[in-house]
């Protein structure tokens, strides 16, 4: 398996997002057992005009890794209890951001970041830097469709319908990864 680099993440949003659908999300616990899962859905939001982004608001203290450099973890409370975890990408100063949002074995992104152990504390990870997680690519290239984004009503019809989510749809699902120890 290859690990991917942070340049990988330093492209538009729509480009990154269906690209990470089939990759390996790996962390490393202090034990060194490595949970791993096979990202199955992500979601994209792209610059302050998307009413859905978080920078949608502007800039502020929570926001601000948005607009900073890509490749960088970015870990938030939903609803005061779910930790969702999203990667920066694209260029500085143009927030955007790819929420992982099912994993193969976990449908729903606070049961992903909940069984792979990710919380806040990784708000604001360098994945160049960080030793404890990482994307690997196997070469699995799954079959994509498209809907909605899931949960931003608020956001208004037109962004809440637009299609950038993205979702493994092969028939033949590729082989979900365990733990390693």
């Known amino acids: 398996m290859k690990r991917i680099d942070t340049d990988f993440f330093h492209r538009d949003v729509l480009e990154v997002a269906p690209d990470l659908v089939g ?63 999203n990667i920066i990408t694209g260029d500085r100063e143009q927030p955007q951001g790819v929420l992982i949002r099912a994993g193969v074995r976990y449908d729903g992104p606070a049961k992903l970041t909940k069984n792979m152990r990710i919380d806040g504390s990784f708000n604001g990870a360098r994945l160049k830097d960080c030793r404890d997680v990482w994307f690997e690519d196997d070469g699995y290239r799954p079959e994509l ?27 033949e699902k590729a082989p979900a990864i365990l733990e390693i120890q």
């Open 145 to 171: 469709r498209t809907a909605p984004r899931v949960g931003i009503d608020y956001a208004g019809d037109y962004w809440k319908d637009i299609e950038w989510r993205f979702i493994d749809n092969s028939e």
């Open 23 to 85: 990759k390996i999300m790996v962390h490393r616990l202090s034990d060194g057992t490595e949970l791993r899962e096979r990202i199955a859905e992500a979601e994209a939001y792209r610059g302050e005009e998307d009413k859905g982004c978080h920078a949608s608001k502007g800039r502020t203290k929570r926001t601000e890794l948005l607009y900073g450099e890509s490749g960088v973890i970015y870990v938030y409370l939903c609803y005061g209890m779910h930790w969702l975890m």
